[in-house]
């Protein structure tokens, strides 16, 4: 039983070489294959650059759920409702949730910084292959916390769900503030706060990510392993690029 809001211990992230699977798909290519000779040698000198470009920090925090109902989730202790769907809501039920891991991380401000300068001094291409590049790395520092807040969930003999949160399958970008600030409140460091959301529902840094997991003492999931790392198979988007699981054909 979770009890209170306690942040979870994550292993510092180091990431390895760029995963290129997942980098052709970003740079629009069929497969490895067509990664060009010109763009693979700018990948390895991104690649021999990780240290310099990337600025790694993350953090989850799980929080007991008191009630969710309509669209609204309601936390233990003094934090405001969290806005969500009528869908997260009935599934938060039906699973049995009673308690969330909110997870945000980035990788740094440095890259938005590189690709600025190479577009003040119109480098497009160099400007376009670290974009793709740093989104990519993005994506495997989110499997790497997924593991590590899974890992957590499960040593407590609990479950987790796939993640979700502001952005997916409608849920409003008006709680990315109240769900980060319950992420900075829960450290009490009083450190400067890495990650913020505009007005408009934009994390900044670019790079950035806010993530929603339930928690629930349910001993199955109804999901596949792979999908606790990758929300396609739930989104209706056929030609995405950024595609990481087949479309499933849906009989009407």
């Known amino acids: 039983m979770i009890d209170a809001l306690e942040t979870i211990p994550l292993d510092d992230v180091q990431l390895p070489g760029v995963n290129r699977p997942r980098l052709a ?20 000198k991104l690649d021999d650059r990780r240290d310099e470009l990337l600025s790694i920090w993350q953090r989850a925090v799980v929080a007991p759920v008191d009630r969710a109902v309509g669209t609204s989730i309601e936390l233990a202790g003094e934090f405001p409702p969290i806005d969500s769907t009528d869908a997260y809501v009935r599934q938060l039920v039906e699973r049995e949730v009673d308690a969330l891991v909110v997870a945000a991380f980035t990788i740094g401000g440095r890259v938005d910084e590189f690709i600025k300068a190479h577009l ?93 997991f339930g928690v629930t003492p349910q001993c ?23 595609r990481t699981a087949p479309t499933v054909e849906v009989g009407v």
């Open 25 to 44: 798909r970003y740079l629009e290519l069929p497969s490895v294959a067509q990664i060009d000779p010109v763009t693979d040698a700018e990948v390895r």
């Open 220 to 242: 199955s999931v109804d999901a596949r392993d792979d999908e606790r790392l990758a929300q396609c198979h739930r989104c209706a988007m056929r030609n995405c690029r950024y």
């Open 120 to 212: 003040s001094r119109e480098e497009v291409y160099e400007a376009y292959v670290l974009k793709q590049w740093a989104a990519t790395m993005t994506e495997q520092a989110r499997v790497e916390l997924t593991r590590d807040v899974q890992g957590w969930v499960e040593r407590r003999g609990r479950s987790l769900l796939p993640y979700d949160g502001p952005g997916y399958d409608g849920w409003p970008l008006t709680a990315l503030r109240p769900l980060l600030e319950l992420g900075y409140r829960a450290s009490g460091d009083g450190r400067p706060r890495p990650i913020r959301a505009t007005d408009c529902g934009v994390l900044l840094p670019t790079n950035s990510m806010l993530l929603v």
